[in-house]
């Protein structure tokens, strides 16, 4: 009997670890051949831990399973029995693509990753000349997943054309997002993708080196990541020879220390290099000067681990998904107050209603949708009257949010918005660099002028409107320059919060 | 003489010789060897590097992870970013800080330190924690109480 259980850091927080051990336990007992294949998680984070029971039909799901459960699904009597994994409606809705083998095969077997498809990109890659590798790229439409949407393969084309003996591919693992977790889940689930798509960088870059920089929040990602390296150094994947080929590739892993602001790419660089990571004045870009000054790609996570599928199914394959110019898919991660939470990789084009109410079900205290923020702590906070926005970057400018990392937080009507203000200030006051005083002075002076608002100073609105608006103007980077963005959204789409206070005063 | 600290020191900096970027991952293994990164490792690791002591320190104090003193026998790190708001992680926190009898950063008189973190990428089943670096989601009181009575703090 084969079983799958999830080791995705979301199981084992909800007690994965006692399933296993009472499997193990189980078969020993019983002398029963069982074959149990830790995995990473299929997403469902709300039926976490999910238990997985091979059938000549496909993967029977279970969840979410206590060890108390074990016994019932061993002998098939369980009611905790979803049907078959792929059949259910979560799955179903989907086009996995980035995420196609994450909760599907063991994270650390080169041979369920091949068996599913793994390395088919980086051969062919092989097969190309760089110029046609980054044109596949261009041509794929993939813009960055870290947040900014720069297109990925006009920055290979820079790096690619730089002057430099040394070059280098920056994995940008930092995920530091609130309501984000595809970065770990990949890591996690299928760290190979990720190898694979950095080493696919290098060959288009002529980059030999590569460091993915992961935040110290994520240990059991750090640990996977390793383990992932270690193997595709022995299967050589990684190395002096990559796959037998004249091309030279290694990738270190580096581990972050709890700093916001270091998953701004030059503040990342200046971390990694080991110097105070204070955010850079571009230009120069790190395409030209990055890492110890020399040509560098910095990318996200989910943009290097899509880009072995786009080598593997071509660039029409992968442009031919999503929404004007927001092209092929995007892993939503539906967080907070929600019934059904947890990752859901779809084209782009999804209204946040549809996102919402259909697929996360409303939120999980059963109270009415209030506010939702998109895109992490410098994101806006949506009301439903702004469900009907289609999930793209340039349909969430003009709303005045953005997509980000594409985290969705859903709060129910017991939040209250001023709170919301005053914590994403907060968060610039303690996360900022220090380095323009927009963002140092203005968020410790934000914070103080929503406690006036709170207070009943009406007075203090302007201010605080006027403060967003030097921070927007004055800031070198997007922690200060976009934290008005949840302050500003909360202040115009929830107005009343605001005026509670000055109404109790009155 | 070299103190204890210092030669320990001086054997983590050269375990990182011939690294590109050495001075983050020395302090990440000083704080794993001590539980804190100690005032007498500075001089040590300025020097190997060839950095100044104002600079090495000026790396130190920016990030929140390296302490300068050592943490309680035990570590809660709490979540407190959005995701986990939108559960009533505040009303945990406010439970756990009171429990605890300590504010953020403190260390109660048993020995339990109690860190925030924001987002632990736990947010489809917060309110999350790290304790002593294990994952729970859909954290709460009961669930550290749990935790207080296994430890015996
Ligand atoms: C304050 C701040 C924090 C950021 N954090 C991250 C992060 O955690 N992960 C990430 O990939 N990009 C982050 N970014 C964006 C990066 O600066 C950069 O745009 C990105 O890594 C480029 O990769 P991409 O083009 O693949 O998105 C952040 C930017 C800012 C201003
Ligand atoms: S906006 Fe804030 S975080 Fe960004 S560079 Fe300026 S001070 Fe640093
Ligand atoms: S917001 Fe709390 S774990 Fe992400």
Known sequence: MRLFLSQDAAAKALGSEAVAEEIRQLAERRGDDIELVRTGSRGMVWLEPLLEVETPQGRVAYGPVTPADVPAILAGTSDKALGLTEELPWMKGQTRLTFARVGVIDPLSPADYQAHGGLAG?????????????????????????????????????????????????????????????????????????????????????????????????????????????????????????????????????????????????????????????????????????????????????????????????????????????????????????????????????????????????????????????????????????????????????????????????????????????????????????????????????????????????????????????????????????????VMSALTHFPDDFARAREAAE | MASPVETRVGEIVARHEGMEGPLLPILHAVQAAFGHVPRDALPVIAEALNLSRAEVHGVVTFYHDFRSEPAGRHMIRLCRAEACQATGGDAVAAAVRDRLGVDWHGTSGSGVTLEPVFCLGLCACGPAALVDGEVVGRFDAARLEAILKEWGA
């Open chain 1, 122 to 486: 980086l051969r062919r890659a092989l097969s190309m000349t760089a110029p046609e590798i980054v044109a596949e790229i261009t041509e794929s439409g993939l813009r960055g997943r870290g947040g900014a949407g720069f297109p990925t393969g006009i920055k290979w084309k820079t790096v690619a054309e730089a002057p430099g003996a040394r070059k280098y591919i920056v994995c940008n693992a930092d995920e530091g997002d609130s309501g984000t977790f595809a970065d770990r889940m990949l890591m996690e689930g299928d760290p190979l993708t990720l190898v694979e798509g950095m080493v696919i960088a290098g060959l288009a870059t002529g980059a030999t080196q590569g460091f993915v920089y992961i935040r110290s929040e994520y240990p059991d990602a750090i640990r996977v990541m390793e383990g992932a390296v270690a193997l595709a150094r022995a299967e050589g994947i990684l190395g002096p020879s990559v796959l037998g080929s004249a091309h030279a590739f290694d990738i270190e892993i580096r581990v972050g220390a709890g700093a916001y602001v270091c998953g701004e790419e030059t503040s990342l660089l200046n971390s990694i290099e080991g110097l105070r990571p204070v955010v850079r004045a571009k230009p120069p870009l790190p395409a030209l000067q990055g890492f110890m000054g020399r040509p560098t790609v910095v990318n996200n996570v989910i943009s290097l681990a899509t880009v072995p599928v786009i080598l593997e199914k071509g660039a029409a394959f992968y442009r031919d998904f999503g929404l004007g110019r927001s092209r092929g898919t995007i892993p939503l991660q539906i967080a907070g107050n929600v019934r059904r939470g947890g990752l859901y990789e779809v084209a782009f084009g999804l209204t946040l209603g549809q996102i919402v109410d259909e697929i996360a079900g409303g939120t999980a205290s059963g109270r009415p949708v209030k506010a939702v923020q998109v895109g992490g702590p410098l994101g806006a906070y949506f009301p439903r009257a702004l469900f009907d926005t289609p999930f793209g970057y340039e349909e969430y400018a003009a709303k005045d949010g953005l997509v980000g990392h594409a985290g969705i937080v859903v709060f129910d009507d017991t939040a209250d918005m001023l709170a919301q203000a005053r914590f994403a200030l907060e968060f610039c006051a303690i996360e900022s660099c220090g380095k323009c005083t927009p963002c140092r002075i203005g968020a410790v002076r934000g914070v103080e002028t929503v406690d006036r608002i709170a207070a009943g100073d009406a007075a203090a609105i302007p201010i605080l409107t006027d403060l967003c608006n030097t921070m927007k103007l004055g800031s070198l980077c997007a922690l200060g320059g976009f934290t008005p963005y949840p």
